[in-house]
């Protein structure tokens, strides 16, 4: 089994990416740590809970990280994932209570205690947490096995503005301390997930697999595909967050090239943009492997399959 952290922002996306780790018996998840980010930290920390009681795995512990950027006012989307960031369905205070202590401390640990290179991280929204625990620890960036995020975007463009994916726009400086690290990296852009839709065809499958657990992600995923269905006009909504999960479990599900990519942290008007040198036109390091095709349907048959277990 591959050991992972999963750092997330709940958000109905990171709840299906959170409920896919867990299903799997491939991956052990150490524990969740929350950032700020689709909404503010407490909100975010009391949806990773919830979550996991939803999915029968309470004994998983939620570490809180950092309530905002490293350097600018938080920004949030509540426009997509409504008030509570879990729109679509009934909520209700988890019975387990954070665990103590702070996400960053969590992270610099695990990796120290556990043998070098057996420890990948998944980040599924700022990346705060993750440019603190290396500032903080310099020294556990050779003891990371790999990160694999969803963040950024190149051919298909932005979504908080023309240039930027939220993720990455939140807290530029983190993401620019992470992509220079020198830590392998895998990302997930919006290029990717752009082409997983959740149709009312997928949905209605996931409903009809299993039992609750499903069944709370289906109600989730239709208040989710709203926002982009009304605004773009597709049919469905990008299921961002679990194709980082997908990618552990199925990396023959994906494609994509060894590139460099650059964080605009200075520009107004390309703030957070990843700038991805997709035909090497740089002699730049190449520092990620950046996915840019999915096979949608294998994903999404993989995704139900493993929902309909819990
Ligand atoms: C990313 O932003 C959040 O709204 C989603 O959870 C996902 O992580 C997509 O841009
Ligand atoms: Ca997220």
């Given at each position: 089994?591959?050991?992972?952290?999963?750092?997330?922002?709940?958000?109905?996306?990171?709840?299906?990416a959170?409920?896919?780790?867990?299903?799997?018996?491939?991956?052990?998840v150490?524990?969740?740590?929350?950032?700020?980010?689709?909404?503010?930290?407490?909100?975010?920390?009391r949806?990773?809970?919830?979550?996991?009681?939803?999915?029968?795995?309470?004994?998983?512990?939620?570490?809180a990280?950092?309530?905002?950027?490293?350097?600018?006012?938080?920004?949030t989307?509540?426009?997509?994932?409504?008030?509570?960031?879990?729109?679509?369905?009934?909520?209700?205070?988890?019975?387990?209570?954070?665990?103590?202590?702070?996400?960053?401390?969590?992270?610099?640990?695990?990796?120290?205690?556990?043998?070098?290179?057996?420890?990948?991280?998944c980040?599924?929204?700022?990346?705060?947490?993750?440019?603190?625990?290396?500032?903080?620890?310099?020294?556990?960036?050779?003891?990371?096995e790999?990160?694999?995020?969803?963040?950024?975007g190149?051919?298909e463009?932005?979504?908080?503005?023309?240039?930027?994916?939220?993720?990455?726009?939140?807290?530029?400086?983190?993401?620019a301390e992470v992509?220079?690290?020198?830590?392998?990296l895998?990302?997930?852009?919006?290029?990717?997930?752009?082409?997983?839709?959740t149709?009312?065809?997928?949905?209605?499958?996931?409903?009809?697999?299993?039992?609750?657990?499903?069944?709370?992600?289906?109600?989730?995923?239709?208040?989710?595909?709203?926002?982009?269905?009304?605004?773009?006009g597709t049919?469905?909504?990008?299921?961002?967050?679990?194709?980082?999960?997908?990618?552990?479990?199925?990396?023959d599900?994906?494609?994509?090239?060894?590139?460099?990519?650059?964080?605009?942290?200075?520009?107004?008007?390309?703030?957070?943009?990843?700038?991805?040198?997709?035909?090497?036109?740089?002699?730049?390091?190449?520092n990620?492997?950046?996915?840019?095709?999915?096979?949608?349907?294998?994903?999404?048959?993989?995704?139900?399959?493993?929902?309909?277990?819990?």
């Amino acid at each position: 089994t591959r050991k992972i952290i999963i750092d997330t922002d709940p958000g109905q996306d990171d709840a299906a990416a959170i409920m896919l780790a867990v299903a799997s018996p491939e991956l052990e998840v150490l524990g969740l740590t929350t950032v700020a980010g689709n909404v503010p930290l407490q909100l975010t920390s009391r949806n990773a809970r919830l979550i996991l009681e939803i999915a029968h795995r309470p004994d998983i512990p939620v570490y809180a990280g950092a309530d905002a950027p490293l350097a600018r006012p938080l920004v949030t989307a509540e426009n997509v994932h409504g008030k509570s960031g879990l729109d679509g369905v009934e909520l209700f205070e988890p019975a387990a209570p954070l665990a103590q202590g702070h996400a960053i401390d969590f992270i610099i640990d695990t990796l120290r205690r556990q043998a070098p290179g057996t420890v990948t991280l998944c980040p599924l929204g700022p990346l705060t947490n993750i440019a603190m625990a290396l500032r903080q620890a310099p020294d556990v960036a050779d003891r990371i096995e790999e990160i694999v995020l969803m963040g950024g975007g190149f051919f298909e463009g932005g979504n908080i503005t023309p240039a930027a994916e939220f993720n990455v726009f939140v807290d530029p400086e983190a993401a620019a301390e992470v992509f220079a690290a020198g830590v392998p990296l895998t990302m997930m852009p919006l290029d990717v997930t752009h082409k997983a839709l959740t149709s009312g065809d997928r949905i209605a499958r996931l409903r009809r697999s299993g039992g609750r657990p499903a069944a709370v992600m289906a109600d989730m995923l239709e208040f989710f595909e709203r926002y982009d269905e009304q605004k773009y006009g597709t049919e469905g909504g990008p299921l961002h967050d679990p194709t980082v999960i997908a990618y552990l479990l199925r990396p023959d599900l994906f494609s994509g090239r060894q590139c460099n990519v650059e964080i605009e942290t200075k520009s107004d008007l390309t703030l957070g943009m990843t700038v991805i040198d997709w035909w090497h036109v740089t002699d730049r390091k190449r520092n990620a492997m950046v996915m840019r095709d999915i096979d949608a349907d294998g994903f999404f048959d993989l995704l139900i399959e493993r929902l309909a277990r819990l």
